[in-house]
Nanobody, 115 residues
């Protein structure tokens, strides 16, 4: 079955950097686009970034463009989100997502940006 396991979250100061990872299994990873979403307390889950199956094309939410970079390793079946110049408003649970016949989500990893 499809499994998405996020890791790498934590507490970071404003202006700092963090990389979160999502290890995928149970499906042909290299066939599918992968996405990151986030959900802040009291807010709806929102799109952050997407990468195509080959990694050739990426797409970002305006709020993270120029600060975040999504990448993937189709040998390790892992997608990454490198987050730089972090702001307190980036605080959220970050979720990995793949859309097949159904939408699949990981359990999320908490990112807290605070001094």
């Amino acid at each position: 079955q499809v499994q998405l396991v996020e890791s790498g979250g934590g507490l970071v100061q404003p202006g700092g950097s963090l990389r979160v990872s999502c290890a995928a299994s149970g499906f042909l990873f290299s066939w599918y686009a992968m996405s990151w979403y986030r959900e802040a307390p009291g807010e709806d889950r929102e799109f952050v970034a997407q990468i195509t199956a080959t990694g050739a094309t990426t797409n970002y939410a305006d709020s993270v463009k120029g600060r975040f970079t999504i990448s993937r390793d189709n040998v390790k079946n892992t997608v990454y989100l490198q987050m730089n110049s972090l702001k307190p408003e980036d605080t959220a649970v970050y979720y990995c997502h793949v859309k097949q016949t159904y939408d699949y989500w990981g359990q999320g990893t908490q990112v807290t940006v605070s001094s």
